[in-house]
């Protein structure tokens, strides 16, 4: 609950990124205990820009009590040991189904059989774990002992009032969001973007992860669910902040339903793999846009094949879609 008329402060910091997707937001929660929302990735140019930012907020990063994480790709959580580090007590806050990027344990395993069944060649499943790990020199990951999980529904609570935590999969299956109910903002990592529609990032389930994570079809249910706040202003994970939301709600929903459409249509009766769609989709994609396209086309087959629009059959580990008859 909010107290009085007071409005918890949050200020954006944006810091430089190597990545494609260009700066990344973070949030200072300039309140007691002093929590910054995500941290950049583990560069000298970002650690100096957020010191910046900080210290123009009036706080040193040893100042932090608390590092929230709304997902743990690089961009985000990078600087996370760093922070804590140089923070001494401060406590690290991560969604426990957020495994991929956290653990020291890599889920190697798991992902390569994703890509497999995906119909990836073997040179370029190679080639994805190469610059794979190639990402992870900018981030540090923690063991199950050094973070705490984020709750659905509970509260992150500061003297001055509280956030309230939205668990909201789909990105990742761990990603959350916050929002600050007195005035219905909403701090949202990679899930709203402004320019961009998110990537549904193919991901083994945490649960299980022998599956795959059903990542579009809880997105939209994560969408749809911050949708239900009518937020006023959503603070992405990066580009500017969106103070219609409903619009962007609409974008989205209309991009998706394009997509669907135009996978449903790649689809053909000798039976295509993921990969196939991909190349047809994103015929030009090199680099991380090749996973990336890889993992847009397997979203929306899953959630084409989970409605009845097409069908699919293994041919050895591989899945084969084809038209529903
Ligand atoms: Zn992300
Ligand atoms: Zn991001």
Known sequence: MEIGNHLMRVVPISLPTPFYIGPVNV??????????????????????ALRAGMRQ????????????????????????????DEAKNAEVFVHNWETGHRHSRLEYEEHRMLLVRAGVPDNEILGMRGLYEHMRKY?????????????DEAELEFESGSLRILHTPGHTPGSCSFLREADRTVIAGDCVLKRITPNPVLSPDPVDPSRRFPSLAEYLVSLARLRSFSPTLVYGGHGEPIRDFEELFHRYFRAFQDRQSQV???????????????????????????????????????????????????????EVYKPQI
């Not at 981030?139 to 709750?151: A, I, P, R, V």
């Open 27 to 48: 949030y200072l929660i300039a309140e007691d205990p002093l929590t910054i929302i995500d941290t950049g990735p583990k560069t000298k140019e970002a650690i100096e």
């Open 57 to 84: 907020a009036g706080f040193l990063v040893s100042d932090l009590r608390r590092i929230v994480l709304t997902h743990a790709h690089e961009d985000h959580c990078g600087l996370a040991r760093s922070l804590r």
């Open 139 to 151: 981030s540090d990951s923690f063991g199950d002992d050094e973070y705490t999980s984020l709750w």
């Open 264 to 318: 449903i249509s790649l689809v053909t009766k000798n039976g295509v793999t993921a990969w196939d769609v991909a190349l047809k989709m994103f015929p030009n994609a090199d680099d991380v846009h090749r996973f990336l396209s890889v993992s847009e086309a397997v979203a929306h087959l899953d959630l084409a094949h989970s409605e009845g629009k097409i069908a699919y059959e293994l041919s050895g580990q591989t």
